[in-house]
C-alpha cells in the first residue's frame, strides 16, 4: 500500500507500492484513456479536494507514469534519535518534528541521515540501529508539485544531551519527548510523520516510560 499526503488529506493506493515509483515504464502508458483519467482525478485532489482519495482500479504501469509526470523529487532521510533513552525532537518554524533534511548528490540515504541529525541538533557519535517506515509528502513549490520521500532511521547516541539547535534552518528548538509531551508532540506535527511514525514513537515512550 502506498500513502501520500498533501496538508492533511492522504491518497492511498492499495495496490501500489513505494518501489513502483522508480520502475520504467512504457511512455505509450502516457497516450491512454487511464492516464489521462487518473492523471487529472489526482490533480484535482491536491487542487481542491479536502478529503482522502482512494485509487485501487488503476494499473500499476500507469500509476507510476502518472506519478513520474506530476511530481519533481526531492528525496530527504531523517533520524528518530535515542539519546539516554529518550526520544530527541526538534521545533521548526514552530511546528514539533524530527531532524530531516534534503539527500545531496552522491550520499546514500543513510548517510544523509547521520549528517543531517548531526547538522540540525549538534548531536554526535551517531549509530543506526535500523531502517523505519519512510514518509511521503507533497507540495507545491514554484508552481511545480514536489513530492518529497524521506527515509527514517531508528539511531542512537552515547553522547551526552547538549543541543545547539541548527537556527538557519528555521529550528527554534531541540528538545526530549517524554510522557508529559509525547501525545502533544503526534497531535501537533505533521500527519505524514504522525500516520508514519506515531505508533513505533509512542511505542518505545512506553519502553522508555516503564
Known amino acids: 500500500m502506498y500513502r501520500l499526503f498533501c496538508n492533511n488529506k492522504m491518497l492511498v493506493c492499495r495496490n501500489f507500492f513505494e518501489q513502483c515509483l522508480y520502475n520504467e515504464y512504457n511512455e505509450s502508458s502516457c497516450q491512454t484513456q487511464d492516464f489521462e483519467n487518473t492523471l487529472n482525478k489526482i490533480k484535482y485532489w491536491l487542487e481542491n479536494g479536502d478529503e482522502n482519495l482512494y485509487i485501487d482500479d488503476v494499473d500499476n504501469e500507469i500509476l507510476t507514469a502518472v506519478f513520474r509526470s506530476l511530481f519533481n523529487y526531492a528525496p530527504a532521510a531523517g ?10 525532537a526538534i521545533e521548526r518554524n514552530g511546528k514539533p518534528d524530527l531532524p530531516k533534511g534534503h539527500i545531496e548528490k552522491g550520499e546514500t540515504p543513510d548517510v544523509a541521515s547521520l549528517r543531517e541529525v548531526s547538522e540540525e541538533t549538534s548531536i554526535s557519535n551517531l549509530e543506526i540501529i535500523r531502517q523505519l517506515p519512510s514518509s511521503h509528502h507533497c507540495y507545491l513549490l514554484d508552481g511545480q508539485w514536489t513530492l518529497k520521500q524521506t527515509s527514517w532511521f531508528l539511531m542512537k547516541s552515547k553522547d551526552e544531551f547538549k543541543p545547539k539547535p541548527q537556527t538557519e534552518e528555521g529550528i527554534s528548538k531541540v528538545f526530549l519527548l517524554n510522557k508529559n509531551n509525547v501525545n502533544e508532540f503526534l497531535e501537533k506535527t505533521f500527519i505524514s510523520l504522525k500516520e508514519t511514525l506515531g505508533e513505533i514513537i509512542y511505542s518505545l515512550q512506553l519502553t522508555i516510560d516503564n
Request: aromatic residues 0%; hydrophobic residues 60%; negative net charge.
Open 79 to 88: 533520524g528518530l534519535v535515542l539519546v539516554n533513552n529518550e526520544i530527541v
